[in-house]
C-alpha cells in the first residue's frame, strides 16, 4: 500500500521556473541548466522504479515514496522506504548512463562518459548514512527497531557497472 506517492520534487520545480525566467545570455545559464538536466534524471529514474515496486504493493507493505524526516537539527532524505512486518528497505536511485566505476578505497562513484570522467558521492556510503540515520530516528520515537537493509538500484539501461573483483556492490 503506498503510503507516501511520489511527486516532482521541489529543486526541480525551482530550478525549472528559475530556467523560464532567466535570459540565456545570463552566466549562471548553462549551471542552471545541467543541474535541471540533473534533477529531471533523477526523478525520471525514480519514476522508472516505481513501476516495479507499486506492481507488488500491497496491505502488508507500506511504500514512502521520497520520505524527508528529521534528524537532530537537520533532515535527511530517502528515495523510497519500503516497510514489511519483518524488514525495513531504503533504496536509493541512481539515474546514470556511462561507464560507472565504485571506488570503494576513495569512496566516490566515477562516471565516464564521452570520453569525459565526473566524480560523484559514493552511493553506498549515502545509503548507509539514511540506515543510519532512520535508526536514530526510530530510536528518538521509541519505535522498535526491525531488520534494516538498504540498495543502491541503477535504474539507467546505458550504465556498464564496474569496480575492483574484490570489492562487492
Known sequence: MIKKERKPPLKLQKLEALLRRLPASHLKYKEVEVELAKSRAGYKGEL???YHINSF?????????????????YFFQMDTLLVTPSYLLILEVKNMSGTLFLDQQFHQLIRNQNGEEHVFADPI?????????????????????????YLVVMTNRNALLKSHKSEPW
Not at 511504500?63 to 528529521?70: E, M
Not at 556510503?125 to 537493509?149: C, D, G, H, N, S
Open 125 to 149: 556510503l549515502q545509503v548507509r548514512r539514511q540506515a543510519f540515520q532512520l535508526r536514530m530516528w526510530l530510536e528518538a520515537y521509541k519505535i522498535p527497531t526491525v531488520p534494516m537493509e
Open 48 to 50: 522508472s522504479l516505481d
Open 57 to 73: 504493493a500491497s496491505p502488508q507493505h507500506l511504500i514512502f515514496h521520497d520520505l524527508r524526516l528529521p534528524h537532530k537539527q
